[in-house]
């Protein structure tokens, strides 16, 4: 079975301080990995997927990730936090393409 | 092209009723998901369509859910009778053929369901 866990239900990082959000996974199988983020009152976004290609992934507004499967890792950065980045993060988990199991997600707040 | 739309976008209801939630996904989309978010817990799968057929409903919590698609196009998810832990965002995601391509779920909004 699979599973992911974020550590940290809850980030706080100052603008401009390194943002950095920690998903780990369980996969029985090569897994197909996503990060999602859910703004104020809108649906999930895709940030950015690693479906075994490159294993340093880059999404959208500058954030990026790296697969490390010897730690089982899928953990989401960005340089530079801006105000607009504060949201909820999802990492998600899918074999062969199935339906999705989530983390429990990540708030981030960016402090002036 | 337009992106999944999801109605209602809320909906508050007496336990005991009966809700109706519906999924629009993408144009040309066979698969079709159902995930739900209950209050401080974790984004959770409920179904997967591939086109008209339920290709996996492991994750229906219990026999008061009811989804359909008939046609292989729009989706409906029923809660009856509704009880007060089924308050929750429900989302739907679509997606082309699983097991090609990037396997990416395009979600939409969410329908926010409020049970008192």
């Known amino acids: 079975a699979q599973s992911v866990t974020q550590l940290g239900s809850h980030v706080s990082v100052s603008e401009g301080a390194l943002v950095l959000l920690r998903c780990n996974y369980s996969?029985?199988?090569?897994?197909?990995l996503f990060w999602y983020v859910q703004y104020p009152n809108q649906g999930l976004q895709l940030l950015l997927k690693?479906?075994?290609?490159?294993?340093l992934v880059k999404g959208i507004n500058g954030f990026e990730a790296e697969f490390k499967k010897s730690e089982t890792s899928f953990h989401l950065t960005k340089p530079s936090a801006h105000m607009s980045d504060a949201a909820e993060y999802f990492c998600a988990v899918t074999p062969y393409g199935q339906n999705f199991v989530f983390g429990p997600g990540t708030r981030l707040s960016v402090l002036p | 092209e337009a992106g999944v739309t999801q109605f209602p976008s809320h909906s508050v209801i007496e336990k005991g009723q009966t809700v109706t939630l519906r999924c629009d996904p993408i144009s040309g989309h066979d698969n079709l998901y159902w995930y739900r978010r209950v209050m401080g817990k974790e984004i959770k799968f409920l179904l997967h369509f591939v086109k008209e057929s339920k290709q996996d409903e492991s994750g229906m919590p219990n026999n008061r859910f009811l989804a359909e698609r008939t046609g292989g196009t729009y989706s409906t998810l029923k809660v009856q009778p509704a009880e007060l832990e089924d308050s929750g965002v429900y989302f739907c995601a679509s997606s082309n053929s699983a097991g090609t391509g990037d396997h990416e779920q395009y979600f939409g909004p969410g329908t926010r369901l409020t049970v008192t």
């Open positions: 996969s029985s199988v090569p897994p197909y």
């Open positions: 690693y479906t075994s290609a490159a294993t």
